[in-house]
């Protein structure tokens, strides 16, 4: 099905599709980094506020034991993203590329439903099957999660609920990366902040006015999970071109299943290994008493903010890194790429210079305790520079997606995970406290550098797989 063929189905489909695929096909750069970026970093933001508000509900029941089933519940929660990026991240990027490749061979764009279909009820399959396989090993994963005598109930709860929603959950999450293949980032930040205010509102119901405690939290996330499907639904329905979520459409050709799976399985990896690196860092860092681990708690939550930022740049801009690589764009691709770059480093040295400054005022807004301010100086700097690193690291890992640079993309989110836990054990053997602080950021580091040498060895690669924005290429976008 040509772009033409359905353009004048509907003059309101057709402006929305439009002005989206604009800002990716021949927007100034900066316009369409806006557009692209600044919703995505609003809408984390949002999520983030939210976390707060959740974990404010839960705490205003005065129970223990919830607040822990809440916690004990995270790498779960983590778990099921990580499935649903593994359709989305994959699909997302594939459906970008042929809306570029579409340009020169119409006919390409006929193929991305059968991409968008496949995504979201593979999401949803896959979700379903790992949820049911939770829930007749519920015992055992309560305890795997580590919940104790006292949080057993209440852990148990919590997961019952949410294991119940996985297909919800995971088919959610890669519908929203769906969405903004075509460049409706603008979209994609109004279904998240309706799910997030769905959730408030499902949380006062559930939790203050009916009392079902963290059950009813879990149930609050899933159906607000729900809305944002429904959300995202009727707007592909009622203003895409090009995507279908129809049954119909559903496929499991290989020319489908391999560029989905090759970019997308770097996603599952990569949110493995942070939850492995999280329970790892944190239970090291026990060991040396609750000075520290309130410092790195406070340093997180001081970096998140430059962090969603930053994040809401190097997710932003892999729809237009994709489109420009299917469309045979090179002068596209790069200078995206360079604005992108210099957008990460600008953040990350603005905010870094301005918090390092004004450390004392910063951290006595979250604590009054002076030997977290003593030693939350270094763990911030630490965190900070790890940041700065981890920008950089995810914009290389964005093009490798966009690229459809399988081996690469996995090889950057398998290798934090690999060298952080050696990294750290060695540095609280060695040096202590500060081998701990310092983990992070020294493997960040090679990271980056890692991700710099593939991206240089992979130049040469990328450049033939442009040729020049050829109608030829077309046909390569699958390969």
Not at 74 to 96: E, Q, R
Not at 294 to 311: D, H, N, S, T
Not at 416 to 431: A, D, K, M, S
Request: charged share 10%; with cysteine; net charge neutral.
């Amino acid at each position: 099905m040509s772009a033409s063929s359905t353009a004048t189905d509907s003059p309101a489909k057709a402006d929305a599709v439009g002005s989206n695929r604009w800002y990716l096909s021949s927007a100034p750069i900066v316009r369409a980094l806006v557009h692209l970026c600044v919703p995505m970093a609003a809408a984390m933001i949002v999520s983030a506020v939210y976390n707060v508000i959740n974990a404010g509900f839960i705490g205003s029941l005065h129970n223990t034991a919830m607040l822990a089933a809440v916690t004990f519940g995270s790498p779960l929660l983590g778990l099921v993203m990580a499935v649903g990026g593994v359709f989305g991240t994959g699909g997302s990027a594939l459906i970008s590329r042929l809306l570029g490749a579409s340009e020169h061979d119409p006919a390409k764009a006929g193929e991305i439903k059968h991409v968008a279909s496949f995504s979201f009820w593979g999401a949803g399959i896959v979700g379903a099957v790992l949820g049911g396989l939770g829930l007749f090993l519920l015992h055992p994963l309560v305890s795997l999660l580590g919940a104790d005598t006292s949080a057993v109930a209440a852990t148990t709860d919590f997961v019952t609920v949410l294991l119940i929603f996985v297909p919800v959950l995971a088919a959610a999450f890669c519908l929203e990366q769906l969405v903004r293949s075509e460049g409706a980032a603008r979209q994609v930040m109004v279904g998240l902040i309706a799910s997030t205010i769905a959730n408030v509102l499902f949380d006062v119901l559930f939790i203050l006015v009916l009392h079902w405690g963290v059950a009813g939290a879990a149930l609050a996330v899933g159906l607000s999970n729900l809305v944002v499907i429904g959300y995202f639904a009727t707007w592909l329905h009622r203003h895409s071109e090009h995507l279908s979520l129809a049954p119909r459409w559903f496929t499991l050709a290989p020319a489908v299943l391999k560029p989905v799976f090759g970019v997308g399985v770097s996603e599952l990896l990569q949110a493995a290994f942070l939850i492995v690196t999280s329970l790892v860092l944190n239970n090291l860092a026990a060991g040396y008493g609750d000075g520290p681990l309130a410092a790195m708690g406070v340093a997180v939550r001081i970096a998140q903010v430059p962090e969603f930022l930053i994040m809401g740049v190097t997710l932003g801009v892999l729809p237009l890194l994709a489109y420009s690589y299917g469309k045979g764009d090179r002068k596209r691709l790069t200078t995206a790429l360079r604005a992108a770059a210099l957008t990460v480093g600008g953040i990350g040295l603005l905010f870094s210079v301005t918090v390092i400054v004004f450390r004392e005022q910063v951290f006595a807004a979250f604590s009054a305790d002076h030997s977290v301010l003593a030693i939350g100086v270094t763990v911030l700097t630490a965190q900070l520079i790890a940041m700065l690193a981890n920008g950089f690291t995810g914009l290389l890992t964005s093009l490798f997606q966009a690229t459809g640079r399988a081996l690469p993309a996995t090889v950057m989110s398998v290798t934090q995970g690999v060298l952080f836990i050696p990294t750290v054990l060695l540095g609280n053997v060695w040096f202590g406290l500060a081998g701990i602080i310092w983990a992070l950021t020294v493997t960040e580091g090679i990271v980056f550098v890692v991700g710099t040498a593939m991206w240089l060895a992979s130049r040469r690669a990328i450049d033939r797989g442009l040729a020049d924005g050829s109608p030829a290429r077309a046909d390569q976008v699958l390969a």
